[in-house]
């Protein structure tokens, strides 16, 4: 099948000394494609629209996570300058650019409009106000070597929306959105050598919660050297990017715009091996990464590298590892360079079940930036106290901030058919770092009994809101049938 294909709206050349070319690509927004009313952008001199997402649709109306957002995609190997302007005159004086990490600086003009540069491909959200309708920018390298419409081995979307529904793909091809393109669907992949790229957006909003023409927007099975680069995904009706029994998964440079929905999980690598997430930006309601093992017979979930990402959970985990497992072992697991940026609850939850083995697994040089909605009192910092660790019940002014870091141990719940706990080993977590304003921030291990333990653990250098934590911080909570612990 082959889609319309349009030429570029704009390709803008900027002349440099040495006679070579700086390259920015944008986009125009198709026709029908509504644009966002809340901000109006100009990048290197150029009007830009912005798309938008939702987020809290029906049954779920009542969630507060903001209201519609935007954002906007571009192309650029050479330093690009953003002009924005917020157009409901919203107060800028808590104006963000998120992750902080980035380092970037708005600079405010006297007519309301405020400048952003930006050096090098990135993702970053724009904030006048926490979560109420921010700007999510995706600023990406140029696009190589894309294929051809008449490749006789690509499913070509060229610029406009396309209605699709489902997308099967098989050995050997390639499902290819050009910039510019909405298609309409879900993508179904059952093969070797399978590529996923563009810079187009792959768009759920059609479908009501738990609907939708394949069984998850992306759905990957039984599979081998599976790669998504690029594209955006938006409003799932589900879970967003799952992987069940594959090898050498590869997602780089993929955007997540959800929300909408609540189990919108957004890459759960299930039963899969070496899988490598890089450069991505997820937002989700329900866990940003879940790591399963859903049948024993898909084999274990293991060799899973997530790097350069930024992650906002709207209201579950932004990692979850051991709901709904049953494979032996999930193993070899590492986070690395990561930022948090908006997250409500457990931030990285590792609870196995079903006498799983999770173990071998690290954190490491991981960003958390709280917000308001995590704000507690000065009171509600002191009865912080009062927690019994072994349930996690708090006392009723801190019940609803249970904005846990780390959270490990074996567990029963109500996903498990073998009601029996797992195992945790071999976990390192260091060089965390967390700011914002004051909110509980703990990290908790403990184990079930001599067998369901958790064996191995290691906290270095965690520093939360400037002061590093040591073994006697009330932040750190080490339960009982918890051995090996080193905490620096």
Known sequence: MKAKIWSFAALVFLSAANLSFAEIKLWPVPEGEP????????????????????????????????????????????????????????????????????????TIND??????????PCQFSVEYDGRLHP??????????NAPSPDDKNAIYYGPGVHR??????????????APGAIVQGGVHVVGKNVKIRGRGVLDSNPWKWREGPTGHTISILNSQNVSIEGIIVRGSSRWTVVSVNSDNVTINNVKLCGGRVQNDDGINPCNSR????????????????????????????????????????????????????RAPYMRRVLFQNCDVIHSQTRNFLLEPGENMRLED????????????????????????????????????????????????????????????????????????????????????????????????????????????????????????????????
């Open 35 to 106: 644009v966002s009313q809340f901000w109006s952008i100009e990048i290197n001199g150029q009007k830009v629209d912005a798309l938008t997402a939702r987020t809290a649709d029906e049954p779920f109306q009542n969630y507060d996570y903001g209201g519609e957002y935007a954002f906007l995609s571009v192309d650029a190997d050479e330093t690009i300058t953003l002009k924005i302007k917020e157009e409901t005159n919203a107060n800028l004086d808590n104006l963000a650019i998120r992750p902080l990490s980035l380092g970037l600086k708005p």
């Open 111 to 120: 007519d309301g409009t405020f400048e952003v540069t930006v050096e090098n």
């Open 135 to 144: 700007l999510l920018v995706f600023v990406n390298p140029i696009e190589e």
């Open 164 to 177: 699709a529904d489902r997308v099967d793909l098989k050995d050997d091809q390639t499902l290819y959105l």
């Open 274 to 325: 070496n899988v490598h997430v890089s450069n991505c930006f997820i937002r989700t309601d329900d866990d940003c990464m879940a790591l399963k093992g859903l049948e024993v017979e898909y084999g274990n979930c293991e060799d899973v590298t997530v790097e350069n990402c930024v992650f906002w959970c709207d209201r579950a985990r932004v990692v979850l590892m051991g709901h709904e497992s």
């Open 361 to 488: 697994v690290t954190f490491d040089n991981i960003r958390f930036e709280t917000g308001k909605e995590n704000a507690l009192s000065p009171e509600a910092l002191e009865k912080m106290k009062s927690i019994d660790t072994k349930t996690l019940r708090f006392d009723v002014d801190v019940a609803n901030k249970d904005n846990w870091l780390f959270v490990g141990r074996p567990t029963v719940n109500q996903y498990m058919r073998t009601k029996e706990p797992g195992y945790v080993g071999n976990v390192t977590i260091k060089n965390i770092t967390v700011t914002g304003p004051a909110s509980y921030c703990g990290i908790l291990f403990n184990g079930v009994d001599d067998e369901h333990s958790t064996d191995g653990l290691t906290i270095d250098n965690f520093v939360l809101f400037g002061r590093k934590q040591t073994a006697d911080s009330p932040l750190i909570h080490i339960g009982d049938f918890t051995n090996n612990v080193d905490i620096k």
